[in-house]
């Protein structure tokens, strides 16, 4: 790569967006496009025809030939099916070819996809459908270039099989409820309300060669085994340190593959754990923010192969030290730029902010369990309430000002809440700071950070749909009720003025501002009637409770069948991932690591026989044997009893099944984990068939 890069040149080229569709088509059919993406109106077939044409021009001008539907099925990832643009002709030769209808729609097998029972294996018909407002964009594979088109995927009888549609749902479903706010303080201009959000993305780099020697890397996204190397990350000089060349390197090489793409990766550092980064983008809309985040991850592990390193998104890939999240960064505005999250100057006295911070104390407070479970995945039980992420239990931080201004109104008490202030640090050659409204808590799950919520308890590895459907979903209920009432009010500043006080009164239970890593802080939540939910198994019936179902088909997001067909799919994928971690630490303890230590008890045994026949003390060594023979008899127990109770679990099925992959399963790795463990650090490292946690933290 060469020294200059024009970054402007190459930002959004690899995009069909607003530049390119300006550029290529006639301005009628611009327009009546650009109109159908902000009006959600029925594509016209003339417009889709020409769009279809110029998109297939530009693909192919970019090296491009086949295109594919690109959507986001219930397995969390993405799926694509590549078809040429070829189309043959009846002389043998072929043009190149996209029509409208090909754009629009398309037709993947939905047979093998998770649908919770919402289609059958022989059914197979699917259909995915264009999403206008995410722009297509062509993906780079090196010698492959193909054009991916961002889709909705439905089953044939139109149930949603996929995160996209519910998203759009939602996002439909909070504009419609907070337009209504907006009414009632006089906006007579907002037509929109947008749900905005950036996710800062947590991420491992570690050394490929060395990954390639861990099946449980391999196979799981995580080490299963491992102690703890001489140094973690209790020096703290990892976190925002220098970046390593290698690291560097890879970045900048992200950075470019992502501008092309027109995401707007902007913020990259070292997070606390080492090897551990960070990568954070500029705001967008939540659907294309969601889009951008699939193909950040996608694109993370692409190029970290191209410098011979893995990327790891497991939320808690190494024991002992910092697991990843994504912090989803929460905004509403309205199509013409305000930010209703915004407290202004003077926030005791927005009554607009105030009415929306009551709305999302009365979401957050009556919906916890439903927050919980959107921010839910196998791994991420690894994580949540650990002294390194934000506990499993559901709160909101507010910071000083805000919590006073809360408190005020719930009293009843009209004195000032003082306002931003100036802060001096003591040094004369320093200008003087305007502090921000709200501290940082990392320990908060739930965070107002000034002009937007911050929801840190997103799975690393996960889609942040699940927790945005969620967000737009429970605020927009909250904003139902209040606009009902209102729009009654005969008195409407009276009103406005009892229901705030009202809602902030009944919820104010969700606000906390302190550690929530201490145990006094889970003693006090359970006071307050917090609901404290530590597994994704427990969280996975929040979906379907009867409140959860009535809510979800009231705003048109989720059906009771779609919301069904989610739990059982999350049951199914617990089930799956934790069967494929028991499998492997089987594997390895049984074919590698339990061989390794036999072999090395038979050297320590040669070793006494041999010290002792010349007449020497041997007692160290004997001592030794017998340590690592308890250890070996361990082990052997442990493993023993995971292989039984992993094949109980296999043999049922559903949410039974999963709770005993929780209950019994993964009891049963960790006890095997300990006296594993204890081994690496007794038997000599020579003999040990695995990478340790340091070659693999420190070998970048």
């Known amino acids: 790569m060469s020294e200059y890069l024009d970054i402007p040149a190459i930002y959004g080229s690899y995009i069909f967006g607003d530049r390119e569709m300006r550029e290529r088509l006639p301005k009628a059919i611009y327009r009546s496009l650009r109109k159908s993406m902000a009006t959600g109106e029925e594509l016209d077939p003339v417009v889709a025809d020409a769009t279809a044409c110029a998109m297939k021009e530009w693909a192919i001008s970019k090296g491009a030939t086949h295109f594919t539907h690109w959507f986001q099925p219930l397995t969390g990832t993405t799926a694509e099916k590549h078809d040429s643009f070829i189309n043959p002709q009846g002389d043998g030769t072929v043009i190149m070819e996209l029509r409208g209808k090909e754009l629009i729609r398309g037709e993947p097998d939905a047979s093998s996809f998770p649908s919770g029972g919402i289609r059958q294996t022989f059914e197979a018909r699917g259909y995915t459908v264009w999403d206008i407002t995410s722009p297509a964009f062509i993906y780079d594979s090196g010698e492959t270039k193909t054009l991916c088109i961002p889709t909705a995927f439905c089953s044939y009888t139109g149930e949603a099989l996929d995160k996209k549609t519910p998203l759009l749902r939602s996002m439909e479903a909070i504009s419609r409820q907070a337009v209504r706010i907006c009414r009632l303080f006089g906006d007579t201009q907002t037509q929109k309300v947008i749900a905005s959000v950036g996710a800062e993305q947590e991420y491992f780099i570690v050394d490929r060669a060395t990954y390639n020697k861990r ?111 994504k912090h989803n960064n929460w905004s509403l505005c309205t199509d013409g730029g305000k930010n209703l999250l915004d407290p202004g100057k003077e926030p005791q006295h927005n009554r607009l902010f105030l009415l929306m911070l009551a709305a999302v104390m009365k979401a957050v407070d009556e919906r916890a369990g439903l927050l919980r479970m959107s921010a839910s995945n196998p791994g991420n039980d690894h ?59 990392r320990t908060s799950p739930f965070a107002f950070t000034g002009n937007k919520f911050e929801f840190r308890m997103v799975p690393s590895s996960g889609c942040i749909a699940d ?113 494929i971690e028991a499998l492997t630490m089987i594997d390895m303890v049984g074919k590698d690591i339990l061989p390794a230590v036999v072999r090395y008890t038979k050297q320590l045994a040669d070793t006494v026989a041999s010290v002792e026949a010349v007449g020497a003390d041997a007692s160290v060594q004997r001592d030794l044997l017998a340590r690592v023979s308890v250890m070996l008899r361990q082990a052997y127990a442990a493993l023993t009893d995971l292989r039984e109770k992993q094949e109980r679990a296999a043999a049922l099925c559903g949410e039974a099944q999963a709770r005993a992959y929780y209950k019994d399963v993964t009891t049963a790795m960790q006890l095997l984990r300990a006296p594993v463990d204890h081994l690496e650090t007794i038997v000599d490292g020579a003999l040990w068939p695995i990478p340790t946690y340091g070659e693999l933290l420190f070998n970048v």
């Not at 995580?222 to 209790?234: D, S």
């Not at 606009?483 to 919820?507: P, S």
């Not at 997001?557 to 934790?578: F, G, N, S």
Request: overall charge negative; aromatic content about 6%.
């Open 215 to 325: 099946k449980d890397l391999i196979f799981t996204g995580r080490t299963l085994l491992g102690a703890m190397p001489p140094k973690g990350q209790e020096m703290e000089d990892h976190y925002f340190g220098a970046i390593k060349e290698r690291v560097s390197n890879y970045m900048r090489d992200l950075d470019v593959e992502l501008w092309k793409l027109g995401i707007p990766a902007k913020t990259e550092h070292n997070e606390a754990a080492p090897a551990q980064h960070e990568l954070a983008p500029i705001y967008n809309t939540t659907n294309l923010a969601t889009d951008e985040n699939m193909l950040v991850m996608n694109v993370m592990k692409k190029v970290a192969l191209r410098h011979g390193l893995v990327c790891l998104l497991h939320e808690k890939p190494f024991a002992g030290v910092n697991g990843s999240g």
């Open 383 to 441: 994580r949540l309430g650990g002294h390194e992420a934000p506990p499993a239990i559901i709160s909101m931080f507010l910071g000083d000002q805000l919590t006073a201004v809360v408190e005020h109104i719930i009293a009843g008490n009209d004195e000032r809440v003082p306002s931003v202030s100036i802060m001096k640090v003591g040094v004369s050659t320093l200008p003087f700071i305007r502090r921000d409204a709200t501290d940082r808590n």
């Open 467 to 579: 927790a945005n459907i969620v967000l737009n979903t429970i605020t927009a209920d909250a904003l139902c009720a209040f606009a009902d009432e209102l729009e009654q009010a005969e008195d409407f500043d009276g009103a406005l003025t009892a229901l705030i006080r009202r809602e902030m009164t009944a919820h104010q239970r969700i606000i906390f501002n302190g550690n929530g890593y201490t145990d006094e802080w889970r003693a006090e939540a359970n006071r307050r009637g917090l609901p404290e939910i530590r597994s994704m198994v427990d969280a996975i019936p929040e979906l379907t409770r009867s409140d959860s179902v009535a809510m979800f088909e009231r705003h048109g997001v989720y059906t009771a069948k779609e919301l069904q067909a989610r739990a059982d799919v999350a049951y199914e994928l617990y089930a799956k991932t934790i069967n």
